[in-house]
């Protein structure tokens, strides 16, 4: 039996944390054993490349294309030893950001040559591919306020980021939605939880 693989998008404030965990609470209901990790993180070297990569005071210590590298190499040690053996057992599993937000953080957001993230994610996660991606679209400005308020107005190195950026990020969402509106589902963050929530729950529970 082959396992399913959905990913949540979307930028900061967004609410994909709540929604994943409302997710497998409720597939774990019907009886589906369930994975949820991250990107970056997920695994013990990921989780401490996150921490690098997240840690504000290393702000004007990281390189674009280091970035690049570090979620690669993090996406590498989750997928080798978490999703793809999670999936071979038949498992359902939730991630939270995988390969997208690569292209559009790192691709769009740093301006880094789409060719270079096309083929490092083409070196780091073969074909793999989810069956889902739900992105959960959400303005750059209200999302960035939701986040300082979620973190007591901590903001981590990405976050701190200007409002350009983050509007970039939304924009290149909506347009890997547009070129694969078969795998991405898009909401508007703008729902209230319960609103989103059964909204995701109508469009997994169809794949079933």
């Not at 999302?143 to 290149?172: M, T, Y």
Request: with cysteine.
């Amino acid at each position: 039996m082959n396992g399913y693989f959905i990913t949540f998008e979307g930028s900061e404030g967004c609410g994909k944390t709540t929604q994943i965990e409302a997710l497998a609470k409720a597939l774990e209901a019907q009886g589906k054993t369930v994975l949820i990790t991250r990107e970056p993180g997920g695994t013990l070297i990921g989780e401490k490349i996150r921490n690098l990569l997240q840690d504000p005071s290393h702000k004007n210590d990281i390189s674009d294309m280091t970035e690049l590298l570090l979620f690669s190499a993090s996406r590498a040690e989750l997928i080798t030893s978490r999703i793809q053996p999670a999936l071979a057992r038949g498992e359902i599993v939730i991630c939270d950001r995988f390969y997208d937000s690569t292209f559009v953080y790192q691709g769009l957001g740093r301006a880094i040559d789409m060719n270079i993230v096309e083929q490092l994610n083409q070196i780091t996660v073969g074909t793999l591919k989810p069956d889902l991606t739900i992105l959960l679209d959400l303005d750059a400005k209200i999302g960035i306020e939701r986040a300082k308020s979620r973190q007591s107005g901590e903001l981590d190195r990405i976050e701190n980021e200007s409002l350009a950026f983050f509007e970039a990020v939304r924009n290149g969402y909506l347009e890997l939605a547009k070129k694969e509106p078969e795998r991405f589902k898009t909401i508007d963050g703008l729902l209230s939880v319960d609103a989103i929530k059964k909204i995701i729950w109508d469009t997994v529970v169809d794949q079933f």
